[in-house]
């Protein structure tokens, strides 16, 4: 009865963190909330990441960017600022190169949702209304897929920092991947 008090406590506690954080963004660089010892919410350059629960994993990622799976595992993340792209040539793009994903097909990647955010370095939300690019291959005999996503985030003169969320989640939102780095 305790453990289900605490837990139904940590959720309200959250929910309202949630809400006050998308109503006011924090001005913090980062802050961790423990609610319960398997809840933790954090907030990282005014952009919010997703409660970890038990079963989400850390991924490795190159130095500036943080990264969390759940239900899936990942064997390397590579990110780079990507400006030759040609779709949109006044735009530079965030090259986010996922390889040896495990625990799900290509398919169940293919039909996922793909969400995004930017912020400047005030924290305020950055809308770019241009063409999110993504490719997904692998192989059928060892389960493992690859994905590369191009996100659109500045322009090519835009020399400022900007933090950018990428969420990828299953239909059934049972696996997730979230990724928040500095370019």
């Avoid at 309200?12 to 609610?35: C, D, M, R």
């Avoid at 059928?140 to 659109?152: A, F, R």
Wanted: proline residues 3%; hydrophobic residues 45%; positive net charge.
């Amino acid at each position: 009865m305790i453990k289900y008090f605490v837990a139904c406590t940590a959720y309200i506690f959250l929910s309202t963190a949630l809400f006050a954080q998308a109503k006011n963004p924090v001005k913090t660089k980062e802050v961790t909330i423990t609610a319960a010892q398997n809840v933790q919410n954090k907030i990282v350059n005014n952009a919010l990441l997703p409660i970890k629960v038990n079963g989400t994993i850390t991924l490795v990622t190159p130095a500036g960017t943080t990264a969390q799976a759940n239900g899936i595992k990942c064997g390397s993340i590579v990110i780079a600022v990507d400006t030759s792209i040609r779709v949109a040539p006044a735009y530079a793009y965030l090259s986010i190169e996922f390889t040896g994903i495990t625990g799900s097909m290509q398919i169940e990647i293919l039909a996922g949702n793909n969400i995004f955010w930017i912020f400047d370095k005030a924290g305020k939300e950055v809308i770019i209304k241009e063409k999110f690019l993504k490719k997904v291959s692998g192989s059928m005999e060892s389960s493992t897929v690859n994905m590369l996503v191009k996100i659109p985030f500045r322009l090519k003169t835009d020399k400022n920092i900007y933090t950018i969320h990428y969420r990828w989640e299953s239909k059934d939102k049972s696996k997730n991947i979230d990724l928040l780095t500095n370019k």
